[in-house]
């Protein structure tokens, strides 16, 4: 019952995520019409970085004491190339296919738990590792439709993400949440500067106030992401938030008039009943 009661807990936090994601992304399409990838990039982990400051000034700066930089490094190294990807695909697609391609992460996630983690590939999660690409085959649709760079970007996104909730994992075990985010907005920090030092521009204030949203939707989503993963493994946290390909698709249709397209929601499906056995096998695991 306790181990049950846990993964109940582990959800909680992944709707957390879930929901912090899509206000991110709403934010980060408005930001793209005005700003660079780059300049959002940069000005979210500055934002991010004083937050988190005053956080920690408050709980103790002992919080910040890590042993496992080099991990940290790799991590947002990795973090920060999704990101990348993850906001210039916002600019130039419609946000359910953003996210949509972007629930490859747990095909690329469970593969890579395995070279890293030393987890190991369970009957469930190959189902949900075939299935992860049938789905990601119907979304992208290689040979029936021109592919755009930003498909490219997304993708390559999803791998990135998959390597830096792979180092997530590794660091919960040590690290707190607080300190796992503080190195990513000071590592990402001066990742980001690079990008803005020859063209820097001053946000106006509604620009601002939507930098701020990005940061703290930021901020929340890593933290539930990071709480959840202290309680389940790594491959069963990242398919939990599933629930967003719909709610995104709607609000792109609502917003921004975006087209339905069946295709991507049936990729996505086809993605989400593979993780569903993957975690329903989980749970019953669980109970033995």
Known sequence: MKKLNTVTVAVVWMLGTLLSFMLMAIAGRE??????TFEILFFRSLVGLLVLS?????????????????????????????????????????LSDVFAIEFTVPLWTALLAVLVLGERITKS?????????????????????????????????????SLAYIKTKSLVGKDSPLCILFYMTVIQLPLGL?????EFNVPSIDEWLLIVLVAVTALTAHYCIARAMQLVDASVVVPMDFMRLPL?????????????????????CIMFLGNYINIQAEKRSLKA
């Open 31 to 36: 930001l793209s019409a005005t700003l660079s």
């Open 54 to 94: 005053v956080l920690i000034h408050y709980k103790g700066w002992s919080l910040i004491r890590t042993q496992q930089m080099p991990t940290h490094i790799v991590r947002n190294l990795a973090h920060y190339g999704g990101q990348f990807g993850w906001f210039f695909g916002l600019a130039y697609l419609p």
């Open 125 to 161: 999660r190959g189902i949900a590792i075939l299935l992860g690409l049938v789905g990601m085959l119907i979304i992208v649709r290689p040979g029936f439709e021109s592919i755009q760079p930003a498909t490219y970007a997304v993708l390559l996104s999803a791998l990135c993400y």
């Open 194 to 198: 690079l990008g803005v030092i020859f």
């Open 248 to 268: 995104i698709a709607l609000v792109g249709f609502l917003l921004y008039s975006e087209p339905l397209d069946w295709a991507v929601l049936f990729g996505g």
